[in-house]
């Protein structure tokens, strides 16, 4: 394994891509994105067109079907957006740092949650509030389209 074998085309054949820009969407901002012609729906479609890899963290898919949503409005979602990225024990171990960090502000454990799932695999974070997120800067978070 991992040895060239004679006969065999080398793996890595060809100009390699750059990274795809992975960008995880806040619930905030995946709910007004469903709302035609607004800015999260216009930042939207450009990521798309632009070929970047949308997730979303189980936390905030949770969140989202929370709703009040429209199952069509669920199956599009579902159709542009990885599959939700799993709450891991090392996750709750870095949101519980954030959190009392962030000095343990009322509400915003979920936001600490998605913040560590989106810091654990790279991807900035989209939201329609960005101010909730400003806070885990300094963990390295990078809020998309800022």
Known sequence: MGRARPGRAPRDVGPRRAPRTVIHLDTSFLIRALARGSVEDRRLRGWLAAGAQLGISAVSW?????GPVEPAHVALVARIVDDP??????DAALAARLFNH??????SLADCMIAAGALR????????DPSDFRRFAGAGLKIAAE
């Open 102 to 107: 962030a000095g343990r502000r009322r509400g």
């Open 85 to 90: 990225l799993a709450f891991t024990a090392s």
């Open 121 to 128: 695999v790279g991807a900035s974070l989209a939201t329609a």
């Open 62 to 66: 949770a969140e989202f079907l929370c």
